[in-house]
Structure formats: C-alpha cells, structure tokens
T-cell receptor, first 112, second 112 residues
Framework: QQPVQSPQAVILREGEDAVINCSSS?????VHWYRQKHGEAPVFLMI?????EQKGHDKISASFNEKKQQSSLYLTASQLSYSGTYFCGTDPKNNAGNMLTFGGGTRLMVKP | DGGITQSPKYLFRKEGQNVTLSCEQNLNHDAMYWYRQDPGQGLRLIYY???????QKGDIAEGYSVSREKKESFPLTVTSAQKNPTAFYLC???????????FGPGTRLTVL
C-alpha cells in the first residue's frame, strides 16, 4: 500500500522552513527520500534505516520513527533550488532488490 | 561518465501498437527497475530485475514485458494490452542490495 505524504503542496519564501511527512500503514525497514524537478528524473536525497540515526545533508535532514511508521523531511532556510516534488519511498523489509513503494509526492515551491 | 540512458526522450505511437523503451546503464549495477509516472502522481513499479535473465513483476506489470539478457540493458515493451499507456517512464538501477537508486532521464510516451 502506498505511503501517504503530507502536505500535498507547500509554498515558501526563500529562507523559510518546511516539514514534509511520510506515513505508512506497514512496518518499515527503511525510508528513502527523492526530489524531482519538473520534467526531470528523481534525484536521491537520503535513506533512513531502521535503528539508524537521523540523517542530514546541508540544510536538509530527516527523521524516522519506526514505531509510528513515519518519516519526516526537514528543509531549513529554504533556497530557490529546493523547489520540486519530494517523494518518499518505503521498504517494508530488507528487500535485496530494493523494491520501493513511493508516496504521491509533495510539491514544494520556494519563491524569492 | 557513468550513468543511465533512456531513449528516446519522446515517443509517439498509435493505439494498438507495441513499443519498446530502451534503458542502458554503465554503472555496473546488478539491479534495474522500470517505473511509470502519471501527471501529478508518484512512481509506480512496473518490473524489476536483480540479476541477468531474472526479473519480477511490480505493482502494475499487466500490459508490459521486459527482458534482461545483458547486465547493462533492461528494455521495456509496452504492449497493446496496456489499457492506458500514455505516461512518463523512468528506468533506474542500483547495486545489488544497495539502497540508492539512480534514475535515467525518462521517456515520455504518448499513444494517439
């Protein structure tokens, strides 16, 4: 079953913060975050593993609450380049083939 | 440079015709995937392959077929049995057991 992302869309001013949530009805082994610019391929952001630590890259970080089967992506001091659609992909078990189920996406627009 | 190539970028076909989408990677990845993306939607897995000459159905395999005769190549055929084939098709690859998927630029298929 597809994970649920919220909000579906968000508009920010440059420098503002945002949180994107990803919730699954299944127990999860890992959560994967990708960003896709319009008309382009998704680009990997980070992976959170069961039992792992909160990840971060520059001003984008994420957390994974295994008990609640939820993950959140935090964008701090947003930049224009952060605009795009963010997808979470969930893996309910450690599939060797990395068979992910993606959420419907959160569209983020950062304005000057 | 290593990467994934998909061709063509845009493809138009008449209803009832089969069409094959190309996907090639030179990353030496064992696993390869095909996803379908509809406007404003997330990614849905069509087929994936962990090794040469082996592949598994994803969530929406009906009306599609694949082959994996070489490690570098994973072509997708959209058959006339696919009820609504117009979509954006993305190919991806990853190391076996690896967690990060690398995506190609995609092929936008329009069936007239």
């Amino acid at each position: 079953q597809q994970p649920v992302q919220s909000p579906q869309a968000v508009i920010l001013r440059e420098g503002e913060d945002a949180v994107i949530n990803c919730s699954s009805s299944k127990a999860l082994y890992s959560v994967h975050w990708y960003r896709q610019k319009h008309g382009e391929a998704p680009v990997f952001l980070m992976i959170l593993l069961k039992g792992g630590e909160q990840k971060g890259h520059d001003k984008i970080s994420a957390s994974f609450n295994e008990k609640k089967q939820q993950s959140s992506l935090y964008l701090t001091a947003s930049q224009l380049s952060y605009s795009g659609t963010y997808f979470c992909g969930t893996d309910p078990k450690n599939n060797a083939g990395n068979m992910l189920t993606f959420g419907g996406g959160t569209r983020l627009m950062v304005k000057p | 440079d290593g990467g994934i190539t998909q061709s063509p970028k845009y493809l138009f076909r008449k209803e009832g015709q089969n069409v094959t989408l190309s996907c090639e990677q030179n990353l030496n990845h064992d696993a390869m995937y095909w996803y379908r993306q509809d406007p404003g939607q997330g990614l849905r897995l069509i087929y994936y392959s962990q090794i040469v000459n082996d592949f598994q159905k994803g969530d929406i395999a009906e009306g599609y077929s694949v082959s994996r005769e070489k490690k570098e190549s994973f072509p997708l055929t959209v058959t006339s049995a696919q009820k609504n084939p117009t979509a954006f098709y993305l190919c991806a690859s990853s190391l076996s057991g690896g967690l990060e998927q690398f995506f190609g630029p995609g092929t936008r298929l329009t069936v007239l």
